[in-house]
């Protein structure tokens, strides 16, 4: 049953990332946790996370941006050992508020980002200091939760970033964060992987594959949001729509 419970969240997830360019961290990441525990759902989110970024990258490589893939990174990466060092101490309840907390906070920036579009960008259009704050957050909400995506959806939102270009850069971006946690905790936090068998692990590759195929199965139409009445709320959808 948890194998089974694994997937689905795994699948879904999966689908939403192959779709907006991010959603897996938001959607899976909670269930996972509670399926796992805070310290193994959370490294084990990461992880296939990097993974599920890797695979959806290459049918968008050609649209990376690349320089504000190394203003975010950079900034990303910066912040994973100290995120993680904050992190090794807690306790696995203290850990899952700060994971609750993390998913509030996510599901509320999503609600409201697009009401702070304006007609102009509250910023230069080629500013680094968003970049690098957006890195920050991104990178500390990684190593807590397994979720990364909402501060550079807000970003992507108050700069009016071309979502294509967005959903592009995210994929690299998503994948260098996710490892860099992995490495932080694992090397800092000692934190493992779940114990699983050889073959489910076999099976949760067949999943994180099995998302993406399946979201590239919907109807052209389908395809340019993911199901669901929150998601047309999300800045990712927000970035999508005409």
Known sequence: MLLLLLVLAILFGGALQRVAGMGFGLVAGPFIVLLLGAREGVLFVNAVGAVMALVVLWRMLSGVDWRRYAWLVAASVSTSVPAAFLMRDASPATLEIVVGLVVVVAMTLALVTNRLRGARRPFPEHARWPLLVTG?????????????????????????????????????FFMTNAVAAVVAKVTVADVVLPPLAWWAWLVVGAALFGGVWWASCWPAGSRRAPPGGYWWRSPTWAAWRP
């Open 136 to 172: 920050v957050a991104s990178g500390f909400g990684s190593v807590a939760a397994g979720i990364g995506g909402p501060p550079l959806a807000v970003y992507s939102v108050l700069d009016r970033w071309d979502p294509r270009a967005f959903a592009a850069t995210a994929q690299p």
